[in-house]
T-cell receptor, first 112, second 113 residues
Framework: EDKVVQSPLSLVVHEGDTVTLNCSYE??????LLWYKQEKKAPTFLFML????IEKKSGRLSSILDKKELFSILNITATQTGDSAVYLC????????????FGTGTRLTIIP | DTEVTQTPKHLVMGMTNKKSLKCEQH?????MYWYKQKAKKPPELMFV???????INESVPSRFSPECPNSSLLNLHLHALQPEDSALYLC????????????FGEGSRLTVL
């Protein structure tokens, strides 16, 4: 069964700090890894990673995938209070039954 | 604003009621999904429709009955639910099944009394 583990479970930092969120996975026939941000209701898409070692970047957020070690990190620099959310990592398999398996998420709180 | 619209936003129902959750998208996506999310837990997949046909049912109890009338609409019919079914029900869509990026609706918060 596919498995996604995120760490830490929760994180509290001050505005302006840099944070690194971790996601490790075990999946049969890996296809992609995705990061979502969930503030109150709908998860919103951040990144999709399919190739190892290639950084995806969007403003202060960046993410990279290591397919050999089976993990990904999400970095947020110069954090702002609007970054407070649950960050979900999900993996998709390519085994004829494509679906996303989500991790339990990291709850990030930014203190002004 | 999300391009996946779910109604109602909140629903309270008794265990003998029959109700429906509705989801609509006009992005031309051919795959649509129902997820269930309990408090402080990740979304759990319930059903996947691809080209209006049910392609995945994650062993969901029959008191949940999905329906896809056309490529833009997805319903979830609810009957004889239990209090433990109380959760946030999220609808999502993607261009095709297996293309990874899902667009989520804001969810329907269901409370079963």
């Amino acid at each position: 069964e596919d498995k996604v583990v995120q760490s830490p479970l929760s994180l509290v930092v001050h505005e302006g700090d840099t944070v690194t969120l971790n996601c490790s996975y075990e999946v049969t026939n890996f296809r992609s890894l995705l990061w979502y941000k969930q503030e109150k209701k709908a998860p919103t898409f951040l990144f999709m990673l399919t190739s190892s070692g290639i950084e995806k970047k969007s403003g202060r957020l960046s993410s990279i995938l290591d397919k050999k070690e089976l993990f990904s990190i999400l970095n947020i620099t110069a954090t702002q209070t609007g970054d407070s959310a649950v960050y979900l990592c999900a993996v998709e398999s390519n085994f004829g039954n494509e679906k996303l398996t989500f991790g339990t998420g990291t709850r990030l709180t930014i203190i002004p | 604003d999300t391009e996946v619209t779910q109604t109602p936003k909140h629903l309270v129902m008794g265990m003998t009621n029959k109700k429906s959750l509705k989801c609509e998208q006009h992005m031309g996506h051919r795959a649509m999904y129902w997820y269930k999310q309990k408090a402080k837990k990740p979304p759990e997949l319930m059903f996947v429709y691809s080209y209006e046909k049910l392609s995945i049912n994650e062993s969901v109890p029959s008191r949940f009955s999905p329906e896809c009338p056309n490529s833009s609409l997805l319903n979830l019919h609810l009957h004889a639910l239990q209090p433990e079914d109380s959760a946030l029900y999220l609808c999502a869509s993607s261009l095709n099944r297996g293309t990874g990026e899902l667009f989520f609706g804001e969810g329907s918060r269901l409370t079963v009394l």
